[in-house]
C-alpha cells in the first residue's frame, strides 16, 4: 500500500453515513486526548490530515480516510471527555455502537492507551467490549517518549500483564516510535480481510 495515497473520504455524524462498501476498516480508537488524530497523521506521514486539537472532544464524528483504495483507516471519536453533555455523549455512543455493529469490514482495532497514566476505566471498558464481541484488537502504548526508562518498563510491564496475549506496542507520534510495527499490524490485517 502507497502510504502516500490517501485521502478522507467521509466524516460521518449520522448512521446513514457510516461505509460498508467491502473495503477492510482499521479502527483507531480510545479516550479523548490519547492521540488518535496525531498517531493518525504519524502513521500517514502528514502533519495535518487528521485534526489535532488542544481542546479535548473536539472529533465527534467517524472519520474515514481511504488508503490507496485497499482500506479504510477510521478515526473514532474519543470517549471519556467530562465535558460534553448528556445529550452528546448519547449521540456519541448510539453513532459508535452503529459502528461496530454488524462491521463485517472491521479488520483490527487500533487501541490507544496512554502509557504514561495507563488504561482508565473507559479503556477497560473497550477493552472488555472488543474482547468479548471477538473483534481484533492491538494496542497502541501512546506518549510513550514521555516517560524516563524505568517508569516506561514499569507502565510497560503492567499494561502487558492486564493485556495477556494481546500485544502492546509502545509509540509515540512525535518521535515515530511503533509506527512500522504498527504498519506490520494493519497490512497483516488488510491482508487477511
Request: hydrophobic share 40%.
Amino acid at each position: 500500500m502507497n502510504r502516500h495515497n490517501v485521502e478522507l473520504t467521509i466524516s460521518a455524524g449520522r448512521k446513514d453515513q457510516l461505509i460498508r462498501d467491502g473495503l477492510p476498516q482499521i479502527a483507531l480508537s480510545g479516550r479523548s486526548n490519547v492521540g488518535k488524530s496525531s498517531a493518525l497523521n504519524k502513521l500517514l506521514g502528514r502533519k495535518h490530515l487528521a485534526r489535532v486539537s488542544a481542546q479535548p472532544g473536539k472529533t465527534v464524528t467517524i472519520n474515514y480516510f481511504c488508503l490507496d483504495k485497499a482500506c479504510y483507516l477510521v478515526d473514532l471519536p474519543g470517549y471519556g471527555f467530562a465535558r460534553r453533555s448528556e445529550a452528546e455523549k448519547q449521540v456519541w455512543s448510539r453513532l459508535t455502537d452503529a459502528y461496530f455493529r454488524e462491521n463485517s469490514q472491521l479488520a483490527l482495532v487500533l487501541q490507544l492507551i496512554d502509557l504514561k497514566t495507563g488504561p482508565s476505566r473507559d479503556d477497560e471498558t473497550m477493552l472488555r467490549f472488543l474482547d468479548e464481541a471477538g473483534i481484533p484488537f492491538v494496542v497502541l502504548a501512546t506518549k510513550a517518549d514521555k516517560l524516563n526508562a524505568t517508569n516506561r518498563k514499569k507502565n510497560l510491564a503492567a499494561l502487558e500483564e492486564r493485556l495477556g496475549q494481546i500485544p502492546a506496542v509502545p509509540f509515540s507520534s512525535l518521535t515515530g516510535e511503533g509506527a512500522e510495527t504498527a504498519w506490520r499490524l494493519i497490512e497483516g490485517a488488510v491482508g487477511q480481510a
